[in-house]
């Protein structure tokens, strides 16, 4: 069965950390381009960051860019975002899906989804 499953949401205060992975299963993590999103309630999605593998190219959008980190790992078929500096306002459902990752609108271009995974930042 070809789907995505995320991990690694949860609970945490402020100025915390958190590390999400991305599992696809039915193919490799490199046969296409990842990105995260995330989505809050009463919010329009928005792209968070993406990894084309096979072609190293990585983006990031403009509130993730030094407190957000991805990474893939072909070994073990993942791609990871660590969250770091946490803040209430990235308190969202986060989800990874195929994309294009390429140029400032890649975030429009979202295909298979997984279910997501809640990231939930107190104050």
């Known amino acids: 069965q070809v789907q995505l499953v995320e991990s690694g949401g949860g609970l945490v205060q402020s100025g915390g950390s958190l590390r999400l992975s991305c599992s696809p299963s039915g193919f490799s993590v490199d046969s296409y381009a990842i990105g995260w999103f995330r989505q809050a309630p009463g919010k329009e999605r928005e792209g968070v960051s993406c990894i084309n593998i096979k072609e190293g190219r990585i983006i990031y959008e403009d509130f993730a860019q030094g407190r957000f980190t991805i990474a893939g790992d072909k070994a073990k078929n993942l791609v990871n975002l660590a969250l770091n500096n946490l803040k209430p306002e990235d308190t969202a459902m986060y989800y990874c899906?195929?994309?294009?990752?390429?140029?400032?609108?890649?975030?429009?271009?979202?295909?298979?989804r997984g279910q997501g995974t809640q990231v939930t930042v107190s104050e």
């Open positions: 899906a195929t994309t294009f990752c390429e140029g400032r609108n890649w975030h429009r271009s979202a295909g298979l």
